[in-house]
């Protein structure tokens, strides 16, 4: 299915990291408008040097997604420049696992709760009276099959995702009827360059690739998706 994003405009959280530079580059190809956060700046130049002809619809922001005020500022800047905000898609999170709780510094915890929780609650936040006022709009959040698969070593992670469900799914009802969605999509494995390094003996065939997960998130963006709200899609590929 061919998906236009012509003159949307799309803020992609975290849009230069393995994922998030897949989500960036998909939507820039279908013609939206793309503002993506970042924290590296080779990184930004990197995804600048991959859109090719796109670039002049890519714009950077180096920001702390967790910073409430800063995403304020950022949505309001993006609104007042484009007079639209139709797209937030979350791709920042994190992983930390392979201890017990009890052996767990608290500042994992606190740093899944900022990574996996926070920053969907605080762009939700910014995101959503911008979207309420022209009844229109699209949330996408990441979390990951760790949400609902709960297993030893990975007790901050998967509480992390599950509550970003949960906030997810509670924003949808709140959104009820608004013209505003919220979708979720959870991932197990993504091909990413770190993956590959962590596993290097996996059989990467079975990982979707960034580019096929950006598909789905396109779709749930898309007004094709307008009777999917409050959903959590799995993107497992074979993994
Ligand atoms: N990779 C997987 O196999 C997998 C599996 C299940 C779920 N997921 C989820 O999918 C999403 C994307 O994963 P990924 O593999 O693409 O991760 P990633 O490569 O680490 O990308 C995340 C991006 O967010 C940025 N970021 C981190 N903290 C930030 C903050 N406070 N403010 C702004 N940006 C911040 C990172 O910047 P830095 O590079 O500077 O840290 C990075 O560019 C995450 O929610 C992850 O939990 C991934």
Redesign the pocket.
């Known amino acids: 299915m061919k998906i236009s994003c012509t003159g949307k405009t799309v803020l992609v959280?975290?849009?230069?990291?393995?994922?998030?530079?897949?989500v960036s580059l998909a939507f820039l190809e279908e013609g939206a408008k793309v503002i993506v956060?970042?924290?590296?700046e080779t990184?930004f130049q990197a995804l600048k040097a991959a859109a090719g002809v796109q670039v002049a619809a890519l714009e950077g922001m180096q920001?702390?997604?967790?910073?409430a005020s800063a995403m304020d500022a950022l949505i309001g800047s993006i609104v007042g420049r484009h007079g639209r905000l139709d797209v937030v898609i979350?791709?920042?999170?994190?992983?930390a696992g392979g201890l017990k709780l009890w052996e767990m510094d608290p500042d994992v915890f606190e740093r899944m709760l900022?990574?996996?929780l926070r920053?969907g609650f605080v762009l939700a936040q910014a995101a959503v009276p911008a979207m309420l006022k022209r009844a229109n709009g699209a949330i996408i959040?990441?979390?990951?099959?760790?949400a609902f698969d709960h297993a030893a070593g990975a007790s901050a992670?998967a509480a992390s995702?599950a509550a970003?469900v949960a906030m997810m799914d509670c924003l949808a009802a709140d959104l009820k009827g608004t013209g505003v969605r919220v979708n979720t999509?959870?991932?197990?494995?993504?091909?990413?360059?770190?993956?590959r390094k962590a596993m290097p003996d996996a059989n990467f065939a079975k990982?979707p690739k960034?580019e096929e997960?950006a598909q789905v998130i396109l779709f749930l963006a898309s007004d094709a998706a307008s009777a999917v709200h409050g959903a959590s899609l799995p993107v497992y590929g074979e993994s």
Not at 185 to 195: A, F, K
């Open positions: 959280a975290g849009g230069t990291g393995g994922l998030g530079r897949g956060t970042y924290r590296n990184e920001a702390d997604v967790t910073d979350n791709t920042v999170g994190g992983y900022d990574l996996n920053t959040n990441v979390a990951a099959k760790a992670y995702k970003a999509v959870l991932p197990s494995i993504i091909d990413t360059q770190t993956n990982w960034p997960i």
